[in-house]
């Protein structure tokens, strides 16, 4: 469920100094530059979408910041019917808005089929996606425990939507975060292929994966890339320990 680990020096950031960055950023407006989506993860009923979306309009209270929860989606192409609906119910040229999208776990997934143009819907033009613990490669849990669900089969490293993911070459930018520990998706897989996600070590008593979404250095990284200020992590290299990977 939790665990610790050696400190990250290229996301040198304390809970501490997390705290007082975001006590900066409220009190210094700065707007963001395009509407954000922030997606939610499997069975998240809204949760951690809510609380990031609380935490940017603090800072620019007009910003556009859409939550996207997927709580009651049988699948992947209903997942990314609803994340449509919700931008087009909010632009009339959805195609011609360019979007900052935060992707929580298997909302990260979510925003490349959309941008993918995987299913016939509204095409998410996305300038930068931010995804935290994201089963780039396919969910450790989902092929771990029995698939009753058609979504969680969906999310196996061997399903063909991973496949087609993995083969996917977006025109975006992404920034894959997460919290050593997390076997819900596994650290390997946290990240597209080639890569290494920008990792923490995960607080004492806390979830590893469900929490990400309320870690305030993941919280501050976030507002602080896009507020366009440049964050406080930077490409990664692998924790120095193979335990690391699987605590």
Same mark, same amino acid.
């Given at each position: 469920?939790?665990?610790?680990?050696?400190?990250?020096?290229?996301?040198?950031?304390?809970?501490?100094?997390?705290?007082?960055?975001?006590?900066?950023?409220?009190?210094?407006?700065?707007?963001?530059?395009?509407?954000?989506?922030?997606?939610?993860?499997?069975?998240?009923?809204?949760?951690?979408?809510?609380?990031?979306?609380?935490?940017?309009?603090?800072?620019?209270?007009?910003?556009?910041?859409?939550?996207?929860?997927?709580?009651?989606?049988?699948?992947?192409?209903?997942?990314?019917?609803?994340?449509?609906?919700?931008?087009?119910?909010?632009? %009339?040229?959805? #195609?011609?808005?360019?979007?900052?999208?935060?992707? &929580?776990?298997?909302?990260?997934? =979510? *925003?490349? !089929? $959309?941008?993918?143009?995987?299913?016939?819907?509204?095409?998410?033009?996305?300038?930068?996606?931010?995804?935290?613990?994201?089963?780039?490669?396919?969910?450790?849990?989902?092929?771990?425990?029995?698939?009753?669900?058609?979504?969680?089969?969906?999310?196996?490293?061997?399903?063909?939507?991973?496949?087609?993911?993995?083969?996917?070459?977006?025109?975006?930018?992404?920034?894959?975060?997460?919290?050593?520990?997390?076997?819900?998706?596994?650290?390997?897989?946290?990240?597209?292929?080639?890569?290494?996600?920008?990792?923490? %070590?995960?607080? #004492?008593?806390?979830?590893?994966?469900?929490?990400? &979404?309320?870690?305030?250095?993941? =919280? *501050?990284? !976030? $507002?602080?890339?896009?507020?366009?200020?440049?964050?406080?992590?930077?490409?990664?290299?692998?924790?120095?320990?193979?335990?690391?990977?699987?605590?």
């Amino acid at each position: 469920m939790s665990g610790t680990g050696p400190e990250n020096p290229d996301f040198a950031l304390t809970h501490q100094s997390a705290k007082a960055e975001l006590t900066r950023m409220h009190r210094q407006f700065v707007s963001f530059p395009r509407p954000i989506l922030v997606l939610g993860g499997y069975l998240d009923p809204g949760m951690g979408p809510c609380v990031i979306r609380r935490e940017l309009e603090k800072m620019d209270p007009e910003a556009v910041v859409i939550e996207v929860p997927f709580a009651g989606c049988g699948d992947f192409q209903d997942c990314v019917a609803r994340l449509s609906e919700k931008v087009a119910a909010r632009f %009339p040229d959805p #195609a011609t808005v360019e979007v900052d999208v935060i992707g &929580f776990s298997m909302g990260g997934l =979510v *925003a490349q !089929l $959309a941008a993918r143009r995987e299913y016939e819907t509204v095409p998410l033009r996305i300038r930068r996606l931010y995804a935290i613990a994201t089963p780039f490669r396919g969910a450790e849990a989902a092929s771990r425990i029995p698939g009753v669900f058609r979504l969680q089969r969906e999310m196996r490293s061997d399903s063909p939507i991973i496949a087609a993911l993995c083969d996917f070459e977006p025109d975006f930018e992404i920034i894959s975060y997460v919290r050593l520990g997390d076997r819900t998706i596994g650290f390997e897989n946290a990240a597209p292929d080639g890569k290494t996600p920008r990792w923490l %070590p995960t607080r #004492a008593f806390q979830p590893n994966h469900h929490y990400a &979404f309320f870690d305030k250095r993941i =919280v *501050a990284e !976030l $507002a602080s890339q896009l507020r366009g200020e440049g964050g406080y992590s930077a490409e990664s290299r692998p924790p120095v320990t193979r335990s690391s990977h699987h605590e």
